[in-house]
Protein backbone atom coordinates (compact mmCIF):
# COMPACT_ATOMS: atom_id res chain seq x y z
CA UNK A 1 0.00 0.00 0.00
CA UNK A 2 1.33 3.72 -1.28
CA UNK A 3 2.25 5.65 2.19
CA UNK A 4 0.25 8.88 2.05
CA UNK A 5 2.53 11.93 3.14
CA UNK A 6 0.85 14.33 5.39
CA UNK A 7 1.50 17.20 6.19
CA UNK A 8 2.48 18.69 10.21
CA UNK A 9 0.87 21.93 11.40
CA UNK A 10 1.73 20.97 14.37
CA UNK A 11 5.54 20.81 16.05
CA UNK A 12 4.98 17.64 18.15
CA UNK A 13 6.87 13.95 17.29
CA UNK A 14 6.48 12.77 13.71
CA UNK A 15 4.12 9.99 13.38
CA UNK A 16 4.26 6.30 14.66
CA UNK A 17 3.62 3.74 12.38
CA UNK A 18 0.34 3.89 12.86
CA UNK A 19 0.31 7.42 10.90
CA UNK A 20 -0.97 9.02 14.01
CA UNK A 21 0.38 12.32 15.64
CA UNK A 22 1.38 12.13 19.41
CA UNK A 23 0.51 15.27 20.96
CA UNK A 24 1.88 14.80 24.27
CA UNK A 25 -1.29 13.82 25.64
CA UNK A 26 -2.94 11.91 22.42
CA UNK A 27 -2.61 11.12 19.36
CA UNK A 28 -4.22 12.43 16.29
CA UNK A 29 -5.08 10.85 12.84
CA UNK A 30 -4.54 12.98 9.92
CA UNK A 31 -6.94 11.39 7.42
CA UNK A 32 -9.89 12.16 9.70
CA UNK A 33 -8.65 15.46 10.86
CA UNK A 34 -9.71 14.28 14.38
CA UNK A 35 -8.50 13.28 17.57
CA UNK A 36 -9.12 9.23 18.18
CA UNK A 37 -8.85 9.21 22.31
CA UNK A 38 -10.38 12.11 24.50
CA UNK A 39 -8.18 14.68 26.59
CA UNK A 40 -7.00 13.72 29.93
CA UNK A 41 -8.08 16.23 31.76
CA UNK A 42 -12.04 16.68 31.76
CA UNK A 43 -11.81 20.28 32.03
CA UNK A 44 -8.65 23.17 32.12
CA UNK A 45 -10.30 26.16 33.57
CA UNK A 46 -10.34 27.96 30.04
CA UNK A 47 -14.41 28.18 29.77
CA UNK A 48 -17.12 26.27 27.65
CA UNK A 49 -14.52 24.67 25.26
CA UNK A 50 -12.15 23.73 28.53
CA UNK A 51 -14.77 21.27 29.20
CA UNK A 52 -14.45 20.06 25.16
CA UNK A 53 -11.86 16.81 25.82
CA UNK A 54 -11.83 16.37 22.03
CA UNK A 55 -11.41 20.25 21.05
CA UNK A 56 -7.72 21.57 20.14
CA UNK A 57 -6.57 25.00 21.07
CA UNK A 58 -10.37 25.45 21.67
CA UNK A 59 -10.56 25.12 18.61
CA UNK A 60 -8.94 28.56 17.13
CA UNK A 61 -5.63 26.71 16.67
CA UNK A 62 -4.91 29.69 14.38
CA UNK A 63 -4.39 32.26 17.12
CA UNK A 64 -3.48 30.05 19.88
CA UNK A 65 -1.24 27.23 20.67
CA UNK A 66 -0.89 23.98 22.83
CA UNK A 67 2.43 22.76 23.64
CA UNK A 68 2.11 20.66 26.18
CA UNK A 69 -0.94 18.99 24.89
CA UNK A 70 -3.14 20.63 28.17
CA UNK A 71 -3.47 23.68 27.65
CA UNK A 72 -3.94 26.15 24.94
CA UNK A 73 -2.74 29.62 24.96
CA UNK A 74 -3.26 32.76 22.57
CA UNK A 75 -0.24 33.11 20.47
CA UNK A 76 1.12 37.30 21.43
CA UNK A 77 2.46 38.27 18.16
CA UNK A 78 2.52 41.87 18.89
CA UNK A 79 3.83 41.43 22.39
CA UNK A 80 6.17 38.31 21.24
CA UNK A 81 7.91 39.56 18.51
CA UNK A 82 9.66 42.85 19.79
CA UNK A 83 10.64 40.38 23.07
CA UNK A 84 11.81 38.25 20.53
CA UNK A 85 14.26 40.62 18.66
CA UNK A 86 15.02 42.80 21.89
CA UNK A 87 15.99 39.61 23.69
CA UNK A 88 13.84 41.21 26.49
CA UNK A 89 11.47 39.15 29.00
CA UNK A 90 8.05 39.53 29.42
CA UNK A 91 7.65 42.17 32.42
CA UNK A 92 3.78 43.15 34.08
CA UNK A 93 2.87 45.13 31.81
CA UNK A 94 1.73 42.13 29.25
CA UNK A 95 0.99 39.67 32.23
CA UNK A 96 -2.62 38.14 32.50
CA UNK A 97 -4.88 40.88 33.86
CA UNK A 98 -5.56 38.84 37.23
CA UNK A 99 -1.98 38.58 37.95
CA UNK A 100 -0.44 39.46 41.10
CA UNK A 101 2.47 41.41 40.94
CA UNK A 102 4.76 40.86 43.97
CA UNK A 103 8.43 41.44 44.72
CA UNK A 104 8.32 42.09 48.27
CA UNK A 105 10.90 39.71 50.43
CA UNK A 106 8.38 38.96 53.10
CA UNK A 107 6.11 36.21 52.59
CA UNK A 108 6.42 33.22 50.42
CA UNK A 109 4.01 31.02 48.17
CA UNK A 110 1.23 30.81 50.82
CA UNK A 111 1.05 34.10 51.33
CA UNK A 112 0.95 35.46 48.07
CA UNK A 113 -1.77 32.95 46.33
CA UNK A 114 -4.06 34.18 49.60
CA UNK A 115 -3.95 37.57 48.09
CA UNK A 116 -5.94 36.27 45.27
CA UNK A 117 -8.75 35.62 47.87
CA UNK A 118 -8.71 38.17 49.38
CA UNK A 119 -6.10 37.77 52.10
CA UNK A 120 -3.95 40.19 53.14
CA UNK A 121 -0.94 39.74 52.49
CA UNK A 122 0.08 39.09 56.19
CA UNK A 123 -1.95 36.72 56.36
CA UNK A 124 -1.48 33.09 57.39
CA UNK A 125 -1.65 32.35 61.02
CA UNK A 126 -0.33 29.83 63.14
CA UNK A 127 -1.84 26.96 60.42
CA UNK A 128 0.34 28.19 57.84
CA UNK A 129 2.42 25.09 56.73
CA UNK A 130 5.55 26.92 56.87
CA UNK A 131 4.45 28.79 60.54
CA UNK A 132 3.37 25.86 61.64
CA UNK A 133 6.95 23.64 61.02
CA UNK A 134 8.83 26.35 62.62
CA UNK A 135 7.05 26.18 65.75
CA UNK A 136 7.02 22.31 66.16
CA UNK A 137 10.24 22.26 64.87
CA UNK A 138 12.59 25.54 65.05
CA UNK A 139 13.39 27.68 62.67
CA UNK A 140 15.72 26.63 59.74
CA UNK A 141 15.38 24.41 56.61
CA UNK A 142 17.56 21.66 58.50
CA UNK A 143 15.14 21.67 61.41
CA UNK A 144 12.12 20.52 58.98
CA UNK A 145 10.94 17.04 59.24
CA UNK A 146 12.31 15.21 56.82
CA UNK A 147 9.35 14.41 55.03
CA UNK A 148 5.48 15.31 55.28
CA UNK A 149 2.45 13.82 53.21
CA UNK A 150 0.74 16.65 50.72
CA UNK A 151 -2.76 15.50 52.91
CA UNK A 152 -1.18 17.01 55.76
CA UNK A 153 0.16 20.37 54.21
CA UNK A 154 -3.78 20.84 52.86
CA UNK A 155 -5.56 20.31 55.89
CA UNK A 156 -3.51 22.99 57.67
CA UNK A 157 -4.85 25.18 54.48
CA UNK A 158 -8.25 24.37 54.73
CA UNK A 159 -8.16 24.82 58.16
CA UNK A 160 -7.18 28.65 57.64
CA UNK A 161 -10.11 28.59 55.21
CA UNK A 162 -12.52 27.03 57.48
CA UNK A 163 -11.68 29.82 60.35
CA UNK A 164 -11.77 32.52 57.70
CA UNK A 165 -15.26 31.13 56.82
CA UNK A 166 -14.17 30.63 52.97
CA UNK A 167 -16.33 29.12 50.88
CA UNK A 168 -14.27 26.31 49.43
CA UNK A 169 -13.80 22.59 47.50
CA UNK A 170 -11.03 20.42 47.46
CA UNK A 171 -9.75 17.79 44.88
CA UNK A 172 -7.15 15.36 44.32
CA UNK A 173 -7.17 15.06 40.53
CA UNK A 174 -7.16 17.87 38.14
CA UNK A 175 -9.68 15.54 36.00
CA UNK A 176 -12.26 16.20 38.87
CA UNK A 177 -12.04 19.66 38.61
CA UNK A 178 -15.59 21.57 37.61
CA UNK A 179 -16.08 24.21 34.91
CA UNK A 180 -14.95 27.59 37.11
CA UNK A 181 -17.03 30.17 37.82
CA UNK A 182 -16.40 33.96 37.25
CA UNK A 183 -15.78 34.31 41.01
CA UNK A 184 -14.28 30.78 41.76
CA UNK A 185 -10.11 30.67 41.85
CA UNK A 186 -7.95 27.43 41.30
CA UNK A 187 -5.00 26.86 43.75
CA UNK A 188 -2.96 24.28 43.83
CA UNK A 189 -0.91 22.89 46.75
CA UNK A 190 1.71 20.33 46.25
CA UNK A 191 4.86 18.42 48.43
CA UNK A 192 8.05 17.99 46.59
CA UNK A 193 11.94 17.19 47.53
CA UNK A 194 14.32 20.13 47.00
CA UNK A 195 17.42 19.48 45.26
CA UNK A 196 19.42 19.60 48.34
CA UNK A 197 17.43 16.48 49.75
CA UNK A 198 15.12 17.70 52.06
CA UNK A 199 10.69 17.98 51.92
CA UNK A 200 9.29 21.32 51.07
CA UNK A 201 5.29 22.28 49.92
CA UNK A 202 4.02 24.37 47.52
CA UNK A 203 0.97 26.32 46.30
CA UNK A 204 0.38 28.38 42.99
CA UNK A 205 -3.19 30.03 41.79
CA UNK A 206 -4.59 29.54 37.93
CA UNK A 207 -4.74 32.51 36.10
CA UNK A 208 -8.12 33.47 33.58
CA UNK A 209 -5.32 32.21 30.54
CA UNK A 210 -4.72 29.06 32.35
CA UNK A 211 -1.30 29.33 33.31
CA UNK A 212 0.01 29.47 37.11
CA UNK A 213 1.24 32.39 38.91
CA UNK A 214 3.15 31.27 42.23
CA UNK A 215 6.10 32.83 44.17
CA UNK A 216 9.20 30.67 45.05
CA UNK A 217 10.06 31.19 49.03
CA UNK A 218 10.94 35.23 49.28
CA UNK A 219 11.53 35.69 45.30
CA UNK A 220 9.56 37.61 42.98
CA UNK A 221 5.64 36.68 41.92
CA UNK A 222 5.89 35.24 38.70
CA UNK A 223 3.71 33.58 35.96
CA UNK A 224 3.96 30.85 33.19
CA UNK A 225 7.25 29.19 35.21
CA UNK A 226 5.52 26.48 37.05
CA UNK A 227 4.25 24.14 34.74
CA UNK A 228 1.70 21.12 34.97
CA UNK A 229 0.77 18.56 32.45
CA UNK A 230 -1.71 16.66 34.36
CA UNK A 231 0.49 14.24 35.12
CA UNK A 232 4.05 16.36 36.27
CA UNK A 233 4.57 19.36 38.17
CA UNK A 234 8.06 21.57 37.59
CA UNK A 235 9.89 25.25 37.11
CA UNK A 236 13.03 23.85 35.36
CA UNK A 237 14.75 24.65 37.97
CA UNK A 238 13.55 24.02 41.53
CA UNK A 239 10.07 22.53 41.85
CA UNK A 240 9.71 18.57 40.15
CA UNK A 241 6.96 16.32 41.70
CA UNK A 242 4.45 14.28 40.02
CA UNK A 243 0.09 14.52 40.25
CA UNK A 244 -0.53 12.49 42.92
CA UNK A 245 1.90 14.69 45.23
CA UNK A 246 -0.69 17.72 44.80
CA UNK A 247 -4.12 18.74 45.58
CA UNK A 248 -6.47 21.03 44.64
CA UNK A 249 -8.88 23.91 45.59
CA UNK A 250 -12.04 25.42 44.28
CA UNK A 251 -12.63 28.46 46.16
CA UNK A 252 -15.44 30.49 45.79
CA UNK A 253 -14.17 34.95 46.31
CA UNK A 254 -16.25 37.35 47.99
CA UNK A 255 -17.89 35.05 50.12
Known sequence: MKKQAVFCLFSYSNPQESGFYYLQSRYYDPNICRFINADGLASTGQGFLGTNMFAYCNNNPVNMVDPNGCFAWIIPLIIFIPLLLSGCSADSSSSPSDY????????????????????????????????????????????????????????????????????????????????????????????????????????????????????????KSRYGVLTFDGMTWTDGKNISTSAENSCFFVITVGK
Open 100 to 219: KTNNDKIGACYEYVGTYIGWTYSTGGDTDPGTYYERIYGNGVSKLPEIFSITEVSQLFEKDLIARSVEYSRYDSFSQIPKLENNQKLIACMQYTTKKGYCDYHFAVMLSNGEWADKYGVS
